[in-house]
């Protein structure tokens, strides 16, 4: 399974960014899909998380602000990222789980400065 995912950037504070992550190759039975960030010095924490059944769930940093959404015919997950804050200025990694096995995107960068 590969991962590619976009949508990162540089933003203001308050602004908004969509990010899209794309799982393709050896797609069989997705059975979740999410984002973890990890910013410098820090571990890499789940961002928000969303099952083959539609159930969600966020990081409590991020609740009210972030929505992750997933489209299963296109085996791509979303999240939008509204009011965004310094503190989420991270790299963000697009995760997919499948048979057991987790799988990694590459990663991209979202900034958050003025």
């Known amino acids: 399974v590969q991962l590619q995912a976009s949508g990162g950037g540089l933003v203001q504070p308050g602004g908004s960014l969509r990010l899209s992550c794309a799982a393709s190759g050896y797609i069989f039975s997705i059975n979740f899909m999410g984002w973890y960030r990890q910013a410098p010095g820090e571990l890499r924490e789940l961002v928000a998380g969303i099952t083959s059944g539609g159930a969600t769930n966020y990081a409590d940093s991020v609740k009210g602000r972030f929505t992750i959404s997933r489209d299963g015919a296109k085996n791509t997950v979303y999240l939008q990222m509204t009011n965004l804050k310094p503190e989420d200025t991270a790299v963000y990694y697009c995760?997919?789980?499948?048979?057991?096995?987790?799988?990694w995107g590459k990663g991209t960068q979202v900034t958050v400065s003025s």
């Open positions: 995760n997919v789980f499948q048979l057991r096995r987790h799988y």
